[in-house]
């Protein structure tokens, strides 16, 4: 089993940035993959960025160049730095944390922490 809980989302101006951090615990030698969705009013969830245990990253093409994200794994944090918000970085936003074990991977999810960016 993994946690995962996030936090730091709130309110914010355009142009205005937010740190989230996501606290992992339990078995987490097995993480293999983890990484940050969103989900706006009315949308599907989406892939915001995600890091592989090898620390390569991939984002989403909206978020690219604005957005950044690491891991410590000394202190078992994931972070999404998100600088230059706009309105459309609005949602919900959640914490993933895929563990593979003995050829099965299963898929962690946090509460999310809620990003409003007003103009």
């Known amino acids: 089993q993994v946690q995962l809980v996030e936090s730091g989302g709130g309110s914010v101006q355009v142009g205005g940035s937010l740190r989230l951090s996501c606290a992992f615990a339990?078995?987490?030698?097995?993480?293999?993959?983890m990484g940050w969705y969103r989900q706006a009013p009315g949308k599907q969830r989406e892939l915001v960025a995600a890091?592989?245990?090898?620390?390569?990253?991939n984002y989403a093409d909206s978020v690219k160049g604005r957005f950044t994200i690491s891991r410590d794994n000394v202190k078992n944090i994931l972070y999404l730095q998100m600088n230059n918000l706009n309105p459309e970085d609005t949602a919900d936003y959640y914490c993933?944390?895929?563990?593979?074990?003995?050829?099965?991977?299963?898929?962690?999810w946090g509460q999310g922490t809620q990003v409003i960016v007003s103009s």
């Open positions: 890091i592989t245990s090898g620390a390569s990253t």
């Open positions: 339990g078995n987490t030698g097995y993480i293999a993959l």
């Open positions: 993933n944390a895929q563990s593979s074990r003995w050829g099965t991977t299963t898929e962690y």
